[in-house]
């Protein structure tokens, strides 16, 4: 029987909650199957108010050894800015372990009420992970007077823009054939029809995918109006943050939302994680939804290669939402909402 390291960071707040619960589904989802031993890091804002930093040095290769990272939430803007906690923990894993590709599904559950008219959508988010909007390159001069300057730069680069369209053409392709690709090409000449221009490209390797343009804007109103027509969505950094966080309230709010960042040829760990924050007015009350959590699991399986694993963890989230279990903020609490996705595990 296989056995998978994990290396686990619950962070702040409701991480630690939805950490516990993915955990106990991860263990009955596991019997019979494989086995996982874990390690836990206690890395959050907590940390970086006692040592000065969200992780030690030499934290990222001390992650490297590991099959799989697992994220429960980061932030605790009260005591730390959401800037420190960001580009202390989770930025630097991303980049450092090369996890360009972050993978965000966004669909109904059954039992599950959105917000929209429309039921029937599956939409899969690839969104630029590494570099981007959110490279980090800038900086600030005449800092507190009236002349003060914030400038902060983009970086696209073809490699990074290929390869993350590259992985958005072959999820299209094992799914329905379409890709959306998005951009704001109108306003910004230069990086977003370089996106444009690649995406071009590579449509001529990929002639079974059908392909389409949309601005950012325009995208927003379609994934209200219309998201049963859209397939893979794929944008940059910035732009995919703010879809997903789109899809998510679509699909019936955060609770639901579960996200992968993979490194996708495998030369180290990736990391799962719920989209949801910290939440920290609702920490410890054992309020949390756990099934963003518990679907990042799924996730975490399929990518470690235990897809009857990954697809049976998924059949139990839905099994419990299909009896109005865990489909609405506050209706039941974490631990009834795991203990009934274990009941449907082991059913």
Same mark, same amino acid.
């Given at each position: 029987m296989k056995t998978y390291n994990l290396a686990l960071i619950p962070g702040d707040g409701i991480g630690v909650d939805v950490t516990d619960a993915a955990m106990e589904v991860l263990g009955a989802a596991a019997t019979g199957r494989f086995a996982f031993e874990t390690t836990s890091f206690p890395w959050s804002c907590e940390y970086y108010l006692e040592h000065g930093?969200?992780?030690?040095e030499g934290g990222i290769e001390t992650l490297r050894?590991? &099959? /799989?990272?697992? +994220?429960? #939430?980061?932030?605790?803007? /009260?005591t730390v800015p959401d800037s420190v906690s960001l580009h202390g923990l989770l930025l630097p894993i991303r980049k450092a372990f090369n996890q360009y590709a972050n993978i965000r599904p966004h669909r109904l559950l059954a039992g599950v009420e959105g917000p929209l008219k429309a039921e029937g959508f599956d939409i899969l988010c690839i969104r630029e992970n590494t570099e981007g909007e959110y490279s980090g390159a800038g900086g600030r001069v005449h800092e507190g007077k009236d002349n003060e300057v914030a400038v902060e730069t983009s970086v696209f680069t073809r490699a990074g823009v290929?390869?993350? +369209?590259? $992985?958005? $053409?072959?999820? /299209?392709? #094992?799914?329905?054939g379409h890709l959306t690709s998005v951009t704001k090409s109108n306003a910004q000449k230069y990086s977003m029809v370089f996106w444009d221009e690649v995406t071009r490209e590579l449509s001529a390797e990929y002639s079974d995918v059908t392909v389409s343009h949309m601005h950012i804007d325009a995208m927003a109103a379609k994934m209200v109006m219309a998201p049963q027509d859209l397939d893979v969505v794929v944008a940059s950094n910035l732009?995919? =943050?703010? +879809?997903? =966080? +789109?899809? #998510? /309230?679509?699909q019936g709010g955060l609770g639901f939302a579960a996200s992968a960042n993979i490194n996708p &040829?495998?030369?180290a760990p990736s990391m799962f994680e719920p989209v949801h924050g910290s939440a920290p007015d609702i920490a410890g009350k054992n309020i949390a939804n756990p099934i963003a959590a518990i679907w990042s699991v799924a996730q975490m399986l399929e990518h470690l290669g235990e897809a009857e694993a990954s697809a049976a963890v998924l059949a139990a989230i839905e099994a419990a939402t299909a009896r109005g279990i865990g489909i609405r903020p506050g209706l039941n609490t974490t631990q009834e909402i795991t203990a009934a996705v274990i009941a449907a595990l082991e059913a």
């Amino acid at each position: 029987m296989k056995t998978y390291n994990l290396a686990l960071i619950p962070g702040d707040g409701i991480g630690v909650d939805v950490t516990d619960a993915a955990m106990e589904v991860l263990g009955a989802a596991a019997t019979g199957r494989f086995a996982f031993e874990t390690t836990s890091f206690p890395w959050s804002c907590e940390y970086y108010l006692e040592h000065g930093t969200m992780m030690p040095e030499g934290g990222i290769e001390t992650l490297r050894g590991f &099959d /799989a990272i697992y +994220l429960g #939430a980061v932030g605790w803007p /009260a005591t730390v800015p959401d800037s420190v906690s960001l580009h202390g923990l989770l930025l630097p894993i991303r980049k450092a372990f090369n996890q360009y590709a972050n993978i965000r599904p966004h669909r109904l559950l059954a039992g599950v009420e959105g917000p929209l008219k429309a039921e029937g959508f599956d939409i899969l988010c690839i969104r630029e992970n590494t570099e981007g909007e959110y490279s980090g390159a800038g900086g600030r001069v005449h800092e507190g007077k009236d002349n003060e300057v914030a400038v902060e730069t983009s970086v696209f680069t073809r490699a990074g823009v290929e390869r993350i +369209l590259r $992985f958005g $053409f072959e999820q /299209a392709r #094992a799914r329905r054939g379409h890709l959306t690709s998005v951009t704001k090409s109108n306003a910004q000449k230069y990086s977003m029809v370089f996106w444009d221009e690649v995406t071009r490209e590579l449509s001529a390797e990929y002639s079974d995918v059908t392909v389409s343009h949309m601005h950012i804007d325009a995208m927003a109103a379609k994934m209200v109006m219309a998201p049963q027509d859209l397939d893979v969505v794929v944008a940059s950094n910035l732009f995919g =943050d703010i +879809l997903t =966080d +789109l899809g #998510a /309230a679509i699909q019936g709010g955060l609770g639901f939302a579960a996200s992968a960042n993979i490194n996708p &040829d495998r030369s180290a760990p990736s990391m799962f994680e719920p989209v949801h924050g910290s939440a920290p007015d609702i920490a410890g009350k054992n309020i949390a939804n756990p099934i963003a959590a518990i679907w990042s699991v799924a996730q975490m399986l399929e990518h470690l290669g235990e897809a009857e694993a990954s697809a049976a963890v998924l059949a139990a989230i839905e099994a419990a939402t299909a009896r109005g279990i865990g489909i609405r903020p506050g209706l039941n609490t974490t631990q009834e909402i795991t203990a009934a996705v274990i009941a449907a595990l082991e059913a």
